[in-house]
């Protein structure tokens, strides 16, 4: 009896052409289009990396340390992604509505450190006018950020989901189908930090150029 139970738990087999649930390759369909369109940018960057005529430059703003901190935040977010999805379907409802609201708040602290950035950079005078790497800076992450909100949205709706019940071990797809996208956005953000804040953050400005930060 108790084994027809837990059967009656668990998510119903999808036969398909490609062996993958239709929602499953469908997201997988559309992180596949999102890497090109995050490749594009990436490209972008790096092809006018080092050609603003005018500062501030990237040695002058970014701030490698707090920009690290933030990193780890949301790196850490997809570790309480996992144990969520994990207690999702071992049917621990409260464990799994915890590790979500996790997964949410340190989404929401991850975007209090960008918008702390973004102001910070604008006091000394970097917007998306200002320069060529203030306006490939601000596109790029300022789109790897609307994903993220979009991210946190989608947490918390799971949040609630869980809470009241709704999302259980027999439909614990929806959620993985969530962490999938929140994994996709954590690997994106680690390339832009690489790219940005690693490999450009020594860029000075050419020789006779240089900025007055006010």
Do not use: C
């Given at each position: 009896?108790?084994?027809?139970?837990?059967?009656?738990?668990?998510?119903?087999?999808?036969?398909?052409?490609?062996?993958?649930?239709?929602?499953?390759?469908?997201?997988?369909?559309?992180?596949?289009?999102?890497?090109?369109?995050?490749?594009?940018?990436?490209?972008?960057?790096?092809?006018?990396?080092?050609?603003?005529?005018?500062?501030?430059?990237?040695?002058?703003?970014?701030?490698?340390?707090?920009?690290?901190?933030?990193?780890?935040?949301?790196?850490?977010?997809?570790?309480?992604?996992?144990?969520?999805?994990?207690?999702?379907?071992?049917?621990?409802?409260?464990?799994?509505?915890?590790?979500?609201?996790?997964?949410?708040?340190?989404?929401?602290?991850?975007?209090?450190?960008?918008?702390?950035?973004?102001?910070?950079?604008?006091?000394?005078?970097?917007?998306?006018?200002?320069n060529i790497f203030g306006t490939t800076f601000f596109i790029l992450t300022g789109i790897h950020g609307a994903h993220v909100t979009i991210g946190v949205i989608w947490m918390a709706f799971m949040a609630y989901s869980s809470h009241k019940g709704a999302l259980r071990r027999d439909n614990a797809l929806d959620?993985?189908?969530?962490?999938?996208?929140?994994?996709?956005?954590?690997?994106?953000?680690?390339?832009?930090?690489?790219?940005?804040?690693?490999?450009?953050?020594?860029?000075?400005?050419?020789?006779?150029?240089?900025?007055?930060?006010?």
């Amino acid at each position: 009896m108790t084994q027809a139970v837990a059967a009656n738990h668990h998510e119903p087999i999808e036969h398909t052409s490609t062996g993958l649930n239709s929602r499953k390759l469908m997201m997988w369909v559309f992180l596949g289009s999102d890497v090109m369109f995050f490749g594009a940018f990436i490209a972008t960057y790096l092809v006018y990396r080092g050609k603003s005529l005018v500062g501030p430059y990237p040695s002058e703003v970014l701030d490698i340390p707090i920009t690290t901190v933030s990193t780890f935040v949301l790196l850490m977010s997809s570790l309480a992604m996992v144990l969520a999805l994990h207690y999702v379907k071992d049917g621990e409802r409260n464990k799994a509505t915890f590790w979500i609201m996790v997964v949410v708040v340190l989404g929401a602290i991850f975007m209090g450190f960008q918008f702390y950035e973004f102001r910070h950079f604008g006091q000394l005078g970097l917007t998306p006018r200002t320069n060529i790497f203030g306006t490939t800076f601000f596109i790029l992450t300022g789109i790897h950020g609307a994903h993220v909100t979009i991210g946190v949205i989608w947490m918390a709706f799971m949040a609630y989901s869980s809470h009241k019940g709704a999302l259980r071990r027999d439909n614990a797809l929806d959620l993985e189908i969530a962490g999938l996208y929140w994994h996709f956005v954590d690997i994106v953000w680690i390339v832009i930090f690489t790219v940005i804040y690693l490999v450009s953050a020594n860029d000075t400005p050419p020789p006779g150029m240089e900025s007055v930060i006010h």
